[in-house]
Each structure stands twice: as C-alpha cells, then as structure tokens.
C-alpha cells in the first residue's frame, strides 16, 4: 500500500523566518508527487515533481525531489503571515490510476 | 475561485435522510474526483470518473452513490449515512489523469 509521511505535523514560526517542510513516501512505482496549501478549504496545487534533483520555484516557495531516498521538501523563505496554512503532500504511482495518496499534512503557522 | 464550484458548503442531515452534493468545474477537464476529509486523518479518495466513466472505487460503502452526468458536473447521492461519515467532502478534477487536481472549497457534511 502506497504511503506518505509528512514532518513536522505542526510548526510555529516568526515573520521572516525559513521553514523547511519534510514528505517521505512509499509508492509502488513512482510517477510524481504533488505539494497544495490548504488554507480555510480549498486545497490549492503548489509544485508537481517528476525527476531527482531539479527545483521547482514560485516566489518564495521551492521544492526538490529525491527519487533514490524517497522524499521531497518545501522550502518557504521570507515567511509572511498569508503562509500560514496546512501544507499537503502526495503521491500518484504509475499503474495508470489516477489515485493520489496524501499525508496528513504539516499545519504552518506563522507568527506576526 | 478555483474554478470547482460545491454546493451545498454545509449539510447537517439524519441517519435517515437522503441527500445530494454536486460539484461543477468550469475548466474544461476530464477527470473529476470526490475525496473524503476528516480530522486528524489524510484526505482519502472515494471516486474517480474520466470522460464520465467511472474508473476507481477505492472500496466506499454503497450508502455513497455517485453519478456524472456529463464531464461538468458530479454529483455524491447519500443515504442512511453513519455518524463517522461526518467530513469534509472534496470535489477535485484535471485535465487528464495525469495532471494536478483542482479541488473545489468542500461540502461541510455533519450527520446527527
């Protein structure tokens, strides 16, 4: 069974400081995994990651793929209070299914 | 607006009632998804339809109907629901399997 284990479950932070969010996975044949924010409802797509090594950018947020360890990072820096939110990560195999397999989020919140 | 419009955003029913929730996207996309948010737990996926068939179900008890009509609109038909089906009920849909998901704000679903 395909899994998705995201850290820290829950991180407190000042204005301007980094923040590093952690996702390993388990995935029977890898295709691709995916980060959202999830704000009040919504869940709204970020980054989707395909191949090792290559950053993806938007703005402040950056995400990179490790293929041979299985996990991937969100990197948001110069954080503001409008990153507060829970962030999703998931995963989606290859066996020509559309099933995405989600952690359980890490709730951000970002302190004035 | 992301494009993925629910209605209701919130139902409070009984264990008796029979009711529905519909979710329409305005993309243009193929693919549309219904997932299950409850506390404390993943987002798990119940139903996936592509080009109006439906191609997964991820073992969702029958007292969970689905139906699509056209590749618009899908809709989550409910009956003699349980007190655990209490979620938030989340409508998503792509272009095609394999592009991110879009998901609609949720149904608020609360089973007295």
């Known amino acids: 069974e395909d899994k998705v284990v995201q850290s820290p479950l829950s991180l407190v932070v000042h204005e301007g400081d980094t923040v590093t969010l952690n996702c390993s996975y388990e995935?029977?044949?890898?295709?691709?995994l995916l980060w959202y924010k999830q704000e009040k409802k919504a869940p709204t797509f970020l980054f989707m990651l395909t191949s090792s090594g290559i950053e993806k950018k938007s703005g402040r947020l950056s995400s990179i793929l490790d293929k041979k360890e299985l996990f991937s990072i969100l990197n948001i820096t110069a954080t503001q209070t409008g990153d507060s939110a829970v962030y999703l990560c998931a995963v989606k195999s290859n066996f020509g299914n559309e099933k995405l397999t989600f952690g359980t989020g890490t709730r951000l919140t970002i302190i004035p | 607006e992301t494009g993925v419009t629910q209605t209701p955003r919130h139902l409070v029913m009984g264990m008796t009632n029979k009711k529905s929730l519909k979710c329409e996207q305005h993309?243009?996309?193929?693919?549309m998804y219904w997932y299950k948010q409850s506390a404390k737990k993943p987002l798990e996926l119940m139903f996936v339809y592509n080009f109006k068939e439906q191609t997964e179900n991820n073992s969702v008890p029958s007292r969970f109907s689905p139906e699509c009509p056209n590749s618009s609109h899908l809709f989550l038909h409910l009956h003699t629901l349980q007190p655990e089906d209490s979620a938030l009920y989340l409508c998503?849909?792509?272009?095609?399997?394999?592009?991110?998901?879009?998901f609609g704000d949720g149904t608020r679903l609360s089973i007295l």
């Open positions: 995935v029977t044949n890898f295709r691709s």
């Open positions: 993309l243009g996309h193929n693919a």
């Open positions: 998503a849909s792509s272009p095609d399997r394999y592009q991110p998901q879009h």
